[in-house]
């Protein structure tokens, strides 16, 4: 069975960074788009950036300039960098490929940004 484990979330203060790693198994990984997910308290889960099997990028308006996706093939991981994080970026933070596929949802990892 397919497995994506998000890993790399915490607590950082607005203005810092993080790294999201998203490691995968049981998936031809090098061949699916891949999208990094988020879910905010209160609000439903939304699509953040996807990235395809050759390396097009695409983002969300609110993460445009400071999120960045990117992804190895040969370690079937994808990567999100963030930067200048704003408290709004709070969410938990998931990875799927894209469009998703609901038994490959993961625990994610907790992203909190202080005022």
């Known amino acids: 069975q397919v497995q994506l484990v998000e890993s790399g979330g915490g607590l950082v203060q607005a203005g810092g960074s993080l790294r999201l790693s998203c490691a995968a198994s049981?998936?031809?990984?090098?061949?699916?788009?891949m999208g990094w997910y988020r879910q905010a308290p209160g609000k439903q889960r939304e699509l953040v950036a996807t990235?395809?099997?050759?390396?097009?990028?695409n983002y969300v308006d609110s993460v445009k300039g400071r999120f960045t996706i990117s992804r190895d093939n040969a370690k079937n991981t994808m990567y999100l960098q963030m930067n200048s994080m704003k408290p709004e970026d709070t969410a938990v933070y998931y990875c799927?490929?894209?469009?998703?596929?609901?038994?490959?949802w993961g625990q994610g990892t907790q992203v909190t940004v202080s005022s």
């Open positions: 799927n490929i894209n469009p998703p596929m609901t038994e490959y």
């Open positions: 049981r998936i031809i990984f090098r061949f699916y788009t």
């Open positions: 990235i395809t099997s050759s390396g097009i990028t």
